[in-house]
C-alpha cells in the first residue's frame, strides 16, 4: 500500500520560511518523479513543484518559482520543500504525492498558516 506521511507545517509569518517533509512508503521509490501540491481554503488542489526520479530536473509552477525549493533524499524514501518568502496566498494543507500523482494514495496532508 503505497504511503505518503507530510510533516513540517506550521504558522508562519509573511515573508518567512519553513521547510515541509514528506516520507514515502510501499512504492519503489526510485522508480517515481515525486511532487508536492496544496489545497487552499475554498479551492481546488493544485500542483505545486515536481522533481525527477534521479533528483534533478526540478520545475515549479508560477506562484512559487523562486521561492520555493523541491529536493529529494532516495536514500531515505523522502522529499522536502524549502519554502521562503511566504505570501498570504500560500496558506494551504501541503501534500506530496507522485508525479503524475496516484489518486488512492493521498495523506493527510501538512497545514500551513500565514500570519502578518
Known amino acids: 500500500q503505497v504511503q505518503f506521511v507530510e510533516s513540517g507545517g506550521g504558522l508562519v509569518e509573511v515573508g518567512g520560511s519553513l521547510r515541509l517533509s514528506c516520507a514515502a512508503s510501499?512504492?519503489?521509490?526510485?522508480?517515481?518523479?515525486m511532487g508536492w501540491y496544496r489545497r487552499a481554503p475554498g479551492k481546488a488542489r493544485e500542483f505545486l513543484a515536481r522533481i525527477h526520479r534521479s533528483g534533478g530536473n526540478p520545475n515549479y509552477e508560477n506562484p512559487i518559482k523562486g521561492r520555493f525549493t523541491i529536493s529529494r533524499d532516495n536514500a531515505k524514501n523522502a522529499i522536502c520543500l524549502q519554502m521562503n518568502d511566504f505570501k498570504p496566498e500560500d496558506a494551504a494543507v501541503y501534500y506530496c504525492?507522485?508525479?503524475?500523482?496516484?489518486?488512492?494514495?493521498w495523506g493527510q496532508g501538512t497545514q500551513v498558516n500565514v500570519t502578518s
Open positions: 504525492n507522485t508525479n503524475p500523482q496516484q489518486q488512492n494514495a
Open positions: 510501499g512504492l519503489t521509490f526510485i522508480r517515481h518523479n
